[in-house]
C-alpha cells in the first residue's frame, strides 16, 4: 500500500533517470547490434536478451534492499519497506490522472487540436482531426487496458515471488511493448517476450475484471454490466488478454469504446468527457483492492520469504567473492 501511495501521491521518477527508461535503452543497443539470422537463433537471441536485462534490474534491486535490511540500525526495517514499496512502484502504475487530465481539461475547453495531440503521446493510432468523444474513448481504452498489465500482473507476481515476481513481469512487459511486432524486424526477435507476457497476463487479465466490478460501485457504475460485458466482448481485440479489463471498464461505466477500423466493445454512447475522470476512478480504486485484497496478503505469506532467501543469496555471493 505504501508503493499506491506513492504512485498516487508523487507518481513516476523523471523519465531521464527511470530504470525502465536504463533498460530501454540498452535494449536498443542489443537491438542494433543483434544479427538477425536463422529464425530459431534470433528467437534464442530474443531470450537471452530478456534474462540479461532481467537479471541486471533484478540484481541491483535486490542488492540495494538486501543492504539496507542488514544496516546495524533500528530503523533499518523501515527504511527496508520504503526501499522495497519504492522499487516495486518502479513496476507498475495505477494513476493515469497526469497523462488523461490534461486532455480532459482540453476537451473542457473546446480545444481539440490540443487534446489530439495529448492523446497521441498515450495511443498508437492516428489521433489528428479526431472528434471529442473517440479522444475520450482513447483515453478510457489506454486505462483500462493498462490495468491488467500496469497493477493486476506485476501486483501478483510481486505477491507470489516478491521483488523477482515484479521484476520478471515488467522487463517482459516492456520487452514486449519495445519487440512484440509481428513485422520482418521483430517477428523472431520479440517472440519470446510476446509469448512470455501473453502467459503472465493470462490469469490476471480474467480475474481483473472482478475488481473492475466491485470498483465500478465506487463511481456509480454496474457490476453486473462488468461481468456479462467482458464474458461476452473480451475477444474483440487483438490481443488475448487486454480485451477483459477493457469491456469490463466499457460495462461498468455504460460507455461504448471504438477504435475505428478494428472494435466496438460496450453497449452504450461513446464516452463523454466526464467519462475519462470516472474511468481512472475506476480503475485507482479497482487498483487499491486488487492490492489490498491480493497483492497484500499473498507478499506477506509467501513472497517475502522468497525475496528475503534471494538477497541473502546476494549477501553470501558479496562474501564469497571479498
Known amino acids: ?124 493510432r492516428k489521433t489528428e482531426g479526431m472528434d471529442a468523444e473517440h479522444i475520450a474513448s482513447s483515453c478510457t481504452e489506454t486505462i483500462s487496458e493498462n490495468y491488467a498489465d500496469s497493477v493486476c500482473s506485476p501486483g501478483l507476481y510481486f505477491g507470489l515471488f516478491g521483488m523477482f515476481g515484479a521484476i520478471m513481469f515488467r522487463c517482459c512487459n516492456l520487452m514486449d511493448a519495445m519487440w512484440g511486432y509481428l513485422n520482418e524486424k521483430y517477428r523472431d526477435l520479440g517472440y519470446f517476450p510476446a509469448k512470455f507476457d501473453d502467459i503472465l497476463g493470462y490469469v490476471t487479465s480474467r480475474i481483473s475484471i472482478l475488481f473492475i466490478a466491485m470498483a465500478s460501485v465506487f463511481v456509480g457504475g454496474s457490476p453486473r454490466k462488468a461481468i456479462s460485458t467482458a464474458r461476452a466482448q473480451h475477444k474483440m481485440t487483438p490481443s488475448p488478454n487486454s480485451g477483459w479489463p477493457m469491456t469490463a471498464a466499457a460495462g461498468a461505466l455504460g460507455i461504448s469504446m471504438e477504435k475505428e477500423g478494428t472494435y466496438v466493445m460496450g453497449e452504450g454512447p461513446l464516452p463523454s468527457v466526464k467519462d475519462i475522470s470516472r474511468c481512472y476512478k475506476l480503475i485507482e480504486a479497482a487498483s487499491f483492492l486488487f492490492l489490498l485484497l491480493v497483492t497484500v496478503p499473498l507478499y506477506m505469506l509467501v513472497g517475502v520469504h522468497i525475496q528475503i532467501c534471494m538477497e541473502d543469496a546476494i549477501l553470501r555471493l558479496f562474501e564469497m567473492i571479498l
Open 1 to 124: 500500500m505504501v508503493a499506491l501511495a506513492i504512485d498516487l501521491v508523487i507518481g513516476d521518477v523523471p523519465n531521464s533517470i527511470h530504470p525502465l527508461r536504463w533498460i530501454g535503452n540498452l535494449l536498443d543497443k542489443i537491438d542494433k547490434r543483434i544479427k538477425r539470422k536463422s529464425r530459431r537463433s534470433t528467437i534464442f537471441k530474443g531470450f537471452l536478451s530478456y534474462l540479461l536485462v532481467a537479471f541486471l534490474f533484478l540484481f541491483f534491486a535486490l542488492t540495494a534492499t538486501a543492504l539496507i535490511r542488514n544496516i546495524n540500525s533500528e530503523y533499518a526495517i523501515y527504511a527496508w519497506i520504503v526501499v522495497c514499496a519504492f522499487i516495486f512502484k518502479l513496476t507498475f502504475a495505477a494513476s493515469f490522472r497526469k497523462y488523461c487530465s490534461p486532455i480532459q481539461k482540453d476537451l473542457e475547453k473546446g480545444d481539440l487540436e490540443a487534446a489530439a495531440a495529448k492523446t497521441q503521446m498515450i495511443v498508437s
